[in-house]
Nanobody
């Protein structure tokens, strides 16, 4: 059973940056396409970015050019570098694999963008 622990969130002003981390334990995640997801208050969880086993990447239009997803298989960790943050990026951010069958969701990490 894979456990996912997200960290790195916080309060940041518009235009600021944060780097989120997702540390996995219990099994190697290197064989999976992994993704970052977010859920804003009153909204459904949505996908933000994916990184494949070949380190190919894919982004939601809303974050393209601002966010960068990466992975370090040696550390069993996935990252999300978020630049030029906007108030609409405020949400709880989670990581999980891309497939329909997901690992158990972690607690997520809160990102709040506000002046």
């Amino acid at each position: 059973q894979v456990q996912l622990v997200e960290s790195g969130g916080g309060l940041v002003q518009p235009g600021g940056s944060l780097r989120l981390s997702c540390a996995a334990s219990g099994s190697r995640i290197s064989i999976y396409t992994m993704g970052w997801y977010r859920q804003a208050p009153g909204k459904q969880r949505e996908s933000v970015a994916f990184v494949g086993t070949d380190v190919s990447t894919n982004y939601a239009d809303s974050v393209k050019g601002r966010f960068t997803i990466s992975r370090d298989n040696a550390k069993n960790t996935v990252y999300l570098q978020m630049n030029n943050l906007k108030p609409e990026d405020t949400a709880v951010y989670y990581c999980n694999k891309a497939s329909t069958t997901k690992f158990s969701w972690g607690q997520g990490t809160q990102v709040t963008v506000s002046s």
